[in-house]
């Protein structure tokens, strides 16, 4: 295995409902080599061509924002952090030209649109180093959904569901075994579940440190857990580590 950690971003669309917060998820399918067949945000690592963008673009530490916004067009055909997108069909029409191999900077160029790197806000940062076969240092962003009525659709292959869901109907599924999530993301979704809206989770976005959380392993009443530092947010520090990777 390679210690040196993968590079990715991924990224917590938000929009607020009548009936209470609603966010973008996928479920990876049960072939991919990294959490495979658990509910995740969508996003990925961060390839060339976002870093060539990024320098493109004079904004070369934000690459990462690319890389979010690109996975999440790829993933869900659901279209953030990208100006002047209020078309539902221009993001089934974005997805596939990306899955036919065509890159986001001349996609954007066809089409008269840009990036808006500042919808995205930095959420959180994650490492967890315990020996996988795979290691990723993920920067999460949160942003606003595009307006409209989209509906996603999930990337195939690569993610057999693509759906809206509240934080906390998520988790009950999770508990329930309905669905299995990874430790960075039933952390992730408890924190989103104590807002009511995007305002309040901006909110504390901009009030927590994005210091790298790398989970280390603790014995607690005499059993192991997987924790997180105390002071960012999370509700949640703990998890027995019989089931921390997969609920």
Not at 29 to 36: G, H, I, K, L, N
Not at 197 to 226: K, Q
């Amino acid at each position: 295995m390679n210690d040196e950690a993968i590079p990715a971003a991924t990224l917590v669309v938000w929009r607020d409902g009548a009936d209470g917060p609603e966010i973008l998820v996928v479920e990876r399918s049960a072939r991919m080599a990294f959490a495979a067949g658990a509910i995740v945000f969508p996003g990925g690592r961060v390839d060339q061509a976002d870093r060539e963008l990024a320098n493109l673009l004079g904004r070369a530490d934000e690459a990462p924002k690319i890389t979010a916004i690109r996975e999440t067009v790829e993933e869900t055909g659901i279209v953030s952090g990208i100006a002047g997108t209020s078309d539902p069909a221009l993001g089934l029409q974005l997805q596939a030209a990306l899955h036919s191999g065509r890159d986001l900077a001349t996609l954007l160029r066809e089409h008269g649109l840009e990036l808006d790197l500042d919808a995205l806000t930095p959420f959180a940062r994650w490492m967890p180093a315990f020996k996988q076969p795979r290691k990723f240092d993920t920067l999460f962003y949160l942003t606003p959904a595009p307006a409209g009525e989209w509906v996603p659709r999930p990337q195939e292959g690569e993610c057999v569901a693509a759906e809206w869901t509240g934080p906390a109907d998520m988790l009950d599924r999770i508990a329930h075994g309905e669905a299995s999530a990874i430790f960075p993301t039933k952390r992730n979704l408890e924190r989103l579940a104590t807002h009511r809206s995007f305002s309040a989770a901006l909110a504390d976005a901009r009030n927590h440190s994005i210091e790298t959380i790398i989970p280390w392993v603790e014995e607690i009443d005499g059993e192991p857990h997987v924790r997180i530092p105390e002071g960012r947010g999370y509700p949640i520090i703990s998890e027995p580590l019989a089931t921390a990777f997969r609920a």
